[in-house]
């Protein structure tokens, strides 16, 4: 009986349910206040741009009831960002999942009764993402790159977007979409004492880490 009440569950969530599998190439801004600070006393002597620009992916299946007010969009998030001055090289990364859900800010349809072709919607994203850091600097005599310290963080975080979703074709949709990311309290272990040659320990190995990002997502509408 448990089994027939589960395979009428299920049924009923396929006729409920539209599909839709999308990918999303963003350009990201990020701040990290702590980072820099310490990488501009000890490394560049001056102001400039530590891990300020990068780029991220998200790739996701949208869960829509038939109304399409609130949709759910369960994701993969990927991140990279990089800074190089002189011979000194800074990585972060990012591989996630996020449970995102999205709040449609329009009806679908206008006052003539006909779908509209654009439709604005707001995203929530709570997320968790394990994040890796890596500084190389070579040697001075052979120039050889050596690893001068790696690290890796586990990491809630969350954010919240902007995107217009313009219907191409039953199949195809695309939509330009802006958001905020805010990683919690980053780690990066040894970060202080490698940056300062030993002359500092600890002091600026966390960071709270905020993203601005821009991009463009594309849909592949499969029901």
């Not at 109304?67 to 000194?88: D, G, Y």
């Not at 963080?153 to 074709?169: R, V």
């Amino acid at each position: 009986m448990k089994h027939f009440l589960l395979l009428c569950l299920i049924c009923t969530a396929l006729t409920q349910v539209n599909g839709q599998l999308s990918i999303t190439a963003s350009t990201t801004r990020n701040l990290s206040v702590e980072w820099q600070v310490v990488t501009e006393n000890f490394i560049t002597h001056r102001r400039t741009d530590f891990l300020r620009y990068g780029t991220s992916g998200v790739i996701d299946y949208v869960f829509s009831m038939k109304n399409e007010t609130i949709r759910f969009r369960p994701a993969v998030q990927f991140m990279l960002a990089n800074s190089v001055f002189k011979q000194h090289y800074f990585q972060a990364s990012a591989v996630g999942v996020q449970g995102n859900i999205e709040v449609a800010l329009s009806p679908k349809l206008n006052k003539e009764g006909k779908k509209k072709p654009i439709r604005p919607f707001l995203q929530l994203s709570p997320g968790i993402s394990l994040v890796s850091f890596r500084y190389e600097h070579p040697k001075d005599d052979v120039n050889n790159i050596i690893v001068l310290n790696k690290s890796h963080s586990i990491s809630p975080n969350i954010g919240a977007s902007l995107f217009f979703e313009l219907k191409l074709s039953p199949l195809l949709t695309i939509a330009p979409a802006a958001g905020l990311r805010y990683y919690y309290q980053l780690q990066w272990k040894g970060f202080t004492e490698s940056v300062t040659k030993g002359k500092m320990s600890g002091t600026y190995d966390h960071t709270n880490w905020k993203q601005l990002n821009f991009g463009l997502r594309v849909g592949l509408n499969l029901k």
